[in-house]
């Protein structure tokens, strides 16, 4: 392939620079961001981390809750969830949880 079609090839990731070495401190990898893309999506196991919930547990709300996220499936064996759907589910579950605590605060059941 001649070296002027390289150039041409960059697309989604235009402009992103290379992934800086490791340094002793540095404790998680770093991510690649779309340069063109606002959405990010989380696999199962930062879902967990982010709920602070098993990997098992997510799949289990994914199955029996329909108010959580659907998941996105890229291939068999690999998932995603989009960060906005689960910023807005927990927004959601935060309003319940106060519009019911007022509720029994103010003596309803």
């Given amino acids: 392939m001649p070296a002027n079609s390289d150039k041409k090839q960059l697309g989604l990731f235009e402009g992103l620079a290379p992934n800086p070495k490791p340094t002793a401190d540095t404790s998680s990898k770093p991510i690649a961001l779309c340069t063109r893309c606002t959405e990010q999506y989380l696999s199962d196991h930062q879902v967990a981390a982010r709920f602070?919930?098993?990997?098992?547990?997510?799949?289990?709300?994914h199955d029996k809750n329909p108010d959580f996220p659907r998941r996105i499936k890229l291939s068999p064996?690999?998932?995603?969830?989009?960060?906005?759907?689960?910023?807005?589910?927990?927004?959601?579950?935060?309003?319940?949880?106060t519009s019911s605590n007022?509720?029994?605060?103010n003596g309803r059941p």
């Fill in 52 to 61: 602070n919930i098993t990997k098992a547990t997510v799949w289990r709300w």
């Fill in 77 to 97: 064996g690999t998932s995603r969830w989009k960060l906005s759907d689960l910023v807005l589910f927990e927004a959601k579950m935060q309003e319940a949880c």
């Fill in 102 to 105: 007022l509720a029994k605060a």
